[in-house]
């Protein structure tokens, strides 16, 4: 496990409470709200060379959390905080996010939770970004989160100097523009590697995550697990009435 992001939430949480670290084997990315079912977790125990004692389960973020909650700590966490995530989750990402859905599931648990991302894939500096997490886990502790809801953090990757502040924001509308890249392997069979993405807002807001980032705002965003559309509801209930059997 190779996680520096990790690594730099665990030691700034340290300065606010008990730490313990569960954490996927292995790189995650993109899994979503994932959970193992058809075959056993495996868990073990690690020593980071800072001497930090961990626990490694493989199997997805959200596996992680259901159990360490459920079987590998002694006690009930008071707040889960999932990350640092190395590139931003804004937009469509928060459903793809390994990360954001740990702190989902921690959320679904009854635990109060925040997921935080660095947006960037190069040159990462954590440092920052721990900082944040850090302040926003303790206002966690403080003041609580309304029932079923969870915090999505995103970090401008600048100096921690040049950030301007934090913004409450809305998730962004904008959705992803993939390509694929056709290849061949030895064999000559083909197959296809997602080689690019890129963000596409066709509706910009100047209150949403993406354009907070593009102002070197941290943004947070309060982000809940019940997809209920109830404008739709509404605008559906007619179907009900239409239906004769």
């Given at each position: 496990?190779?996680?520096?992001?990790l690594a730099?939430?665990?030691?700034?949480?340290?300065?606010?409470?008990?730490?313990?670290?569960?954490?996927?084997?292995?790189?995650?990315?993109?899994?979503?709200?994932?959970?193992?079912?058809?075959?056993?977790?495996?868990?073990?125990?690690?020593?980071?060379?800072?001497?930090?004692?961990?626990?490694?389960?493989?199997g997805t973020?959200?596996?992680?959390?259901?159990?360490?909650?459920?079987?590998?700590?002694?006690?009930?966490?008071?707040?889960?905080?999932?990350?640092?995530?190395?590139?931003?989750?804004?937009?469509?990402?928060?459903?793809?996010?390994?990360?954001?859905?740990?702190?989902?599931?921690?959320?679904?648990?009854?635990?109060?939770a925040a997921?935080?991302?660095?947006?960037?894939?190069?040159?990462?500096?954590?440092?920052?970004?721990?900082?944040?997490?850090?302040?926003?886990?303790?206002?966690?502790?403080?003041?609580?989160?309304?029932?079923?809801?969870?915090?999505?953090?995103?970090?401008?990757?600048?100096?921690?100097?040049?950030?301007?502040?934090?913004?409450?924001?809305?998730?962004?509308?904008?959705?992803?523009?993939?390509?694929?890249?056709?290849?061949?392997?030895?064999?000559?069979?083909?197959?296809?590697?997602?080689?690019?993405?890129?963000?596409?807002?066709?509706?910009?807001?100047?209150?949403?995550?993406?354009?907070?980032?593009?102002?070197?705002?941290?943004?947070?965003?309060?982000?809940?697990?019940?997809?209920?559309?109830?404008?739709?509801?509404?605008?559906?209930?007619?179907?009900?009435?239409?239906?004769?059997?």
């Amino acid at each position: 496990m190779n996680a520096p992001g990790l690594a730099a939430l665990a030691s700034a949480l340290d300065a606010i409470g008990e730490v313990a670290v569960v954490a996927p084997d292995r790189e995650r990315s993109a899994v979503g709200h994932a959970v193992t079912l058809t075959e056993p977790l495996r868990a073990w125990r690690e020593t980071w060379a800072d001497g930090r004692e961990v626990s490694v389960v493989d199997g997805t973020p959200a596996d992680c959390v259901k159990v360490a909650v459920k079987a590998l700590l002694e006690r009930r966490p008071d707040a889960v905080v999932s990350g640092i995530n190395l590139g931003g989750n804004a937009g469509v990402n928060v459903i793809y996010s390994g990360t954001v859905s740990a702190a989902t599931e921690a959320t679904i648990l009854g635990i109060p939770a925040a997921a935080v991302s660095l947006d960037t894939f190069t040159d990462p500096d954590f440092g920052p970004a721990a900082r944040v997490a850090a302040w926003v886990a303790g206002k966690i502790l403080e003041n609580g989160l309304p029932p079923r809801v969870m915090l999505n953090v995103n970090v401008p990757a600048l100096p921690e100097k040049e950030i301007a502040g934090l913004k409450i924001t809305r998730q962004s509308s904008a959705v992803l523009e993939d390509r694929y890249e056709e290849r061949h392997d030895p064999r000559g069979r083909r197959y296809f590697w997602l080689a690019a993405e890129r963000m596409s807002v066709p509706d910009p807001r100047d209150d949403d995550d993406i354009a907070a980032l593009e102002e070197g705002y941290v943004s947070v965003t309060p982000i809940h697990y019940d997809l209920t559309d109830e404008a739709a509801r509404a605008e559906l209930a007619r179907w009900a009435e239409e239906l004769k059997l």
